[in-house]
């Protein structure tokens, strides 16, 4: 198990203008064997309901952000699988979780995100507090064994890190500190409760949450699907690094990829980068061959983030934080990027289908002044791409990409004779770890 041959990713960073901060200068290498991934895991339905019994119902899951309940009353609807549950916040400093359900007839108590005085079922008017006491019960004089104080909406944990709000349906769940773990000292530097939802688009993709997840959790497949970018990543420089809930894959830019077979000058490497910019009027900028397109890049970034993040913080972003993509992933299913990249994905079972998965991209950007309102969810239909959102930018097109591979992964599988999935022991060791960590909650005792 190593990586690839050549530059290091670590000898790229030797390179950069400004100090690279030391959670980037961790290598954690993990040697998860080379054992095959059963195909059942992506196709099974015992399988996926051995998913939702000791999955689902038993670990911490990235619910919403703290800034989706910025009032007493708001509350949205967190669903998983075939589990419904109510976030909403019941005082300044709290938030509580309780499951979707009326303890009368069993209506779901909420059917869309909002803001409420009181938690009131619209099948019969049975209502509770915000805090789950019981408030009311209309025609009460019927239901003289009710004891009020015995029929409080039930409650799930919620705890919430960097701003985004986590449940876990599981009393007996470790505290989501001791869950994330080292994480949290990672992301000291970038401090993500101080950023706002910029843009949230989400989408059903016809294939296994797993599958949909796996196309970003390895640059492996960028030669094949993303050629375009091959002259300025370097996929296969990617550096892989694995914790206990937590693991990440960080690929650089302002590098080429080592599987070309040329040798991009600089230029290349800059147009291949604004390529996205082809049909705008203004001028492309030119690199000498003096230059280094990743340092120049950079400081074009780091210039666009100055009047948002002041100028001390400015000049204290890496070459790094804003080129590479640091893509971490906490287990089972969140991906928040670290750096300045902006990216957070989500990938959920859509409902009670194995073979079908809701995709989220949220794009969490820095803000001064007051904090912006966060973007609502710009669900695409079955038949739009991403290209049809255009808050994602030249993003949507990658994306596109990806997603005319999901389904025919998912197909392929079905279809497939061979009983596992085969792995690269280095470059797709995200995965492994993914599967390592699944195949320990779902087997496990």
């Known amino acids: 198990m190593s990586p690839s041959p050549g530059i290091t990713y670590q000898q790229l960073l030797d390179g950069d203008t400004h100090p690279v901060p030391d959670v980037l200068r961790i290598e954690r290498p993990a040697d998860l064997g080379d054992d095959d991934v059963p195909v059942e895991r992506y196709v099974s339905h015992d399988w996926h309901q051995r998913e939702v019994e000791r999955l689902w119902r038993r670990v911490w899951q990235f619910a919403c952000r703290e800034e989706h309940l910025p009032e007493v009353g708001d509350h949205i609807v967190y669903e998983i699988v075939r589990d419904s549950y109510l976030v909403i916040r019941t005082a300044p400093d709290e938030i509580k979780a309780y499951p979707n359900a009326c303890l009368h007839r069993g209506r779901q108590l909420k059917d869309h995100e909002g803001r409420c005085s009181e938690i009131r079922c619209p099948f019969h008017g049975f209502a509770w507090r915000l805090d789950g006491t019981l408030q009311d019960i209309p025609a009460e004089w019927d239901f003289g064994h009710v004891k009020a104080e015995e029929f409080s909406l039930p409650e799930v944990q919620v705890d919430t890190w960097a701003g985004f709000v986590f449940i876990n349906p599981d009393p007996g769940a470790e505290p989501l500190a001791d869950f994330l773990g080292e994480l949290v000292d990672h992301y000291e530097i970038w401090n993500l409760a101080d950023r706002y939802v910029e843009a949230h688009v989400a989408k059903v993709i016809p294939a296994n949450w797993k599958v949909t997840q796996e196309a970003f959790c390895e640059a492996y497949h960028v030669n094949a699907t993303h050629p375009q970018i091959m002259p300025w990543v370097g996929d296969t420089n ?175 599988l079905e279809a497939t004779r061979k009983a596992g999935v085969t792995l690269a022991s280095y470059q797709e060791a995200k995965i492994r770890w993914l599967h390592t960590r699944l195949g320990e909650w779902v087997e496990g005792e």
Request: hydrophobic share 35%.
């Open 238 to 412: 990617t550096q892989v690094d694995v914790w206990r809930n937590f693991s990440r894959a960080i690929t650089p830019s302002g590098t080429p990829s080592p599987l070309i077979d040329f040798v991009p000058s600089q230029d290349d490497m800059m147009r291949a980068m604004l390529d996205v910019r082809h049909d705008q009027q203004s001028p492309l900028p030119q690199v000498t061959e003096q230059q280094s397109m990743r340092a120049m890049a950079a400081a074009g970034m780091r210039e666009r983030l100055r009047p948002v993040v002041g100028d001390e913080q400015a000049d204290r972003i890496s070459d790094a934080e804003l080129m590479d993509n640091l893509d971490y992933t906490v287990f089972p299913n969140f991906h928040p990027w670290g750096g300045f990249n902006r990216i957070v994905y989500r990938f959920r079972p859509n409902g009670d289908d194995q073979r079908s998965s809701i995709m989220e991209c949220l794009l969490l950007a820095p803000f001064a002044g007051e904090r912006p309102p966060p973007a609502p969810v710009h669900w695409l239909e079955e038949h739009e791409t991403f290209t049809d959102a255009h808050e994602l930018g030249g993003l949507a097109k990658v994306f596109d990409q990806d997603l005319f591979n999901m389904p025919k992964v998912q197909s392929g």
